[in-house]
């Protein structure tokens, strides 16, 4: 049965249903990260069960950790790091990039070819490999794991962003603008980044999901977020012996990271299409 949707006579777009909910799962996420530490029925650190890799029950809605935790409140504390980390990082990862992009795609020359040929080496070393040897190398913080994930992402989105701007800077209203005499800046600015503001938000989406696999996948190998602080990639791995007894101590992390990234999937496959292909 195929899905009805929403129709939006005032902006001249339909929102489709799956979107719909899929942004709806996103915004709990958010808010859970900006209030789930508040409203935590225990203190992350509390042991307050005996009965290690404990059951779902009244008193533990979704059981203990390894440790006799509460993982309800755990999950809630670490939703802040991977959300707030990852957040952090591909804003800083999609501005840099959006920016050296377009000023590469105006200016051209050897400013464009130089930029252009060292952020392609160092988009081509293995995101993973890069940051297991700068954590072990610099060690691991939170400043260290936002500012490592922007650099790992920072050249996908400049390779992205200044593929669109090559094409607006070829359109007759670019052209128009520069026989005007517009500085460099307008053109950026005012000709070329409101013309590919859709699909780069798009691309932000798209990077969101990948940062917060990568930040999960270095936590699980011990060098992401550091204890007595986790995140779902802290606690997947942590509880990782409950596996065999079906633990909600190692499944609920890992179902916080598949709603989260497929939610933001499904509502950048589902954007309306004036925003999302408006280039």
């Known amino acids: 049965m195929s899905q009805m949707p929403v129709s939006s006579p005032r902006f001249g ?14 915004l709990f996420w958010a808010l859970v990260a900006i209030a789930g530490p508040s409203v935590a029925p225990y203190a992350p650190g509390d042991i307050v069960d005996f009965d290690f890799y404990g059951p779902i029950s009244e008193k533990l809605w979704l059981g203990s950790d390894y ?7 755990r999950i809630l504390l670490g939703t802040r790091y991977t959300v707030g980390i990852s957040f952090a990082a591909v804003c800083i990862a999609c501005f840099s990039g959006v920016v050296l992009g377009m000023t590469a795609a105006v200016t051209g020359g050897w400013f464009d070819t ?19 040897v700068m954590v072990a190398a610099i060690g691991s913080s939170i400043p260290v794991l936002i500012i490592l994930l922007a650099v790992i992402y920072t050249p996908g989105s400049y390779r992205f962003a200044r593929a669109l ?19 460099t800046l307008y053109l950026i600015f005012q000709e070329i980044l409101p013309n590919i503001t859709g699909p780069v938000l798009a691309d932000l989406g798209l990077r969101f999901v990948f940062i917060v696999l990568l930040l999960s996948g270095l ?18 791995k942590e509880n990782l012996g409950g ?26 496959d589902n954007l309306p299409v004036k925003i999302r292909d408006r280039a």
């Open 243 to 268: 596996l065999p007894f079906g633990a909600p101590a190692v499944i609920a992390p890992c179902l916080a990271i598949a709603s989260l990234t497929i939610s933001v999937n499904l509502l950048i």
């Open 114 to 132: 130089v930029l252009s040929r060292v952020l392609d080496a160092l988009n081509s070393i293995p995101s993973k490999l890069f940051g297991l």
């Open 67 to 73: 440790l006799g935790r509460d993982i309800f409140s």
């Open 13 to 26: 777009f339909r929102i489709n249903t799956t979107g719909i909910v899929a942004g709806l799962i996103i």
């Open 219 to 236: 936590s699980f190998l011990g060098l992401g977020v550091q204890p007595p602080n986790a995140d779902w990639g802290s606690l997947v």
């Open 165 to 183: 701007a090559v094409n607006c800077n070829t359109m007759d209203y670019v052209t128009v603008a520069r026989a005007r005499g517009e500085r």
